[in-house]
């Protein structure tokens, strides 16, 4: 790498949480009148993934029916196709972590660590960015999602404290700086018939179509969908033996769902539900 990147580097990492506020939530129980357009009863595709993938930790979609996969040990990106119902490359980005979430933004992949660290780098590009996002301490993410509309990166905090617990950061690609964007409290989510704590994210995509939030949840085994404004919309649990140890969410262009999921002793795999519009 050059010198101008190293330096690049250097100030996005200095890029403290900023202080602006989230917006109050809207209300405290779902939305009576919302229908979610997917059966997560009945998967319209399962994919089994190889060995190496057994413990897949994040997913997005890249092209062409291909997503992208990372898995928490070792820094290596997988493609797998979708129509051939394999991986078919594979590409390092070097380094050890432990790597919870994935997301391809303008032709780049962005890797997040559960630390809050981003590595940053084209597929198959030897120069790879690092990018510490300096969350709160003692704040462990786990979900990495991107919102087209306000260009943000959407950090899923797993387990925080005090103000930094159940609530969503995001990092500004344009301005390169963090934002706390959305925090849910333990009202809204009893109010929604969803135990905090079983409420610990492991997942978060929006939808490319409505703009919602899409929260996956390991722990508890269930999908939660918000507004921006911090607005609980609807609620599902998962059948556990359907979503064995769910982990990774993304969406197609199109609108159709996927959800990868642990292997937990056996093969990781990825549910696709299609689109009902």
Request: aromatic fraction near 10%.
């Amino acid at each position: 790498m050059n010198r101008l990147f190293f330096s690049l580097l250097l100030i996005v990492a200095g890029c403290g949480p900023s202080s602006k506020k989230s917006e109050k939530p809207e209300a405290e129980t779902i939305a009576s009148d919302f229908k979610l357009p997917y059966r997560l009863t009945a998967p319209d595709e399962k994919y089994t993934l190889p060995g190496t993938l057994n413990e897949i930790s994040g997913l997005t979609y890249y092209k062409d029916d291909k997503l992208l996969c990372v898995q928490d040990e070792e820094a290596v990106v997988y493609v797998f196709d979708t129509k051939k119902g394999k991986v078919v490359q594979d590409f390092g980005f070097g380094g050890y972590g432990d790597f919870e979430g994935i997301e391809y933004v303008n032709d780049e992949v962005y890797v997040l660590e559960s630390n809050g660290r981003l590595s940053r780098f084209a597929p198959e590009s030897t120069k790879i960015g690092r990018t510490k996002t300096d969350l709160p301490n003692k704040t462990e993410v786990e979900g990495l999602g991107y919102d087209p509309k306000t260009k943000r990166l959407l950090i899923a905090v797993k387990e925080g404290k005090g103000s930094s617990d159940k609530a969503v950061y995001s990092f500004d690609l344009v301005n390169k700086a963090v934002f706390k964007d959305m925090s849910l409290n333990d009202e809204q989510l009893k109010a929604a018939g969803i135990d905090p704590k079983t409420y610990k994210p492991s997942g978060i995509a929006v939808h490319p179509i409505t703009g919602e939030w899409y929260i996956l949840t390991s722990v508890g085994k269930r999908l939660v969908i918000t507004s921006r404004q911090a607005k609980i919309i609807y609620s599902e649990p998962l059948d556990p033996q359907a979503f064995r140890q769910p982990e990774g969410i993304c969406f197609a262009p199109n609108g159709d769902l996927y959800i990868a999921s642990e292997g937990h002793g056996k093969r990781g795999y990825i549910l696709k539900f299609k689109y009902l519009k």
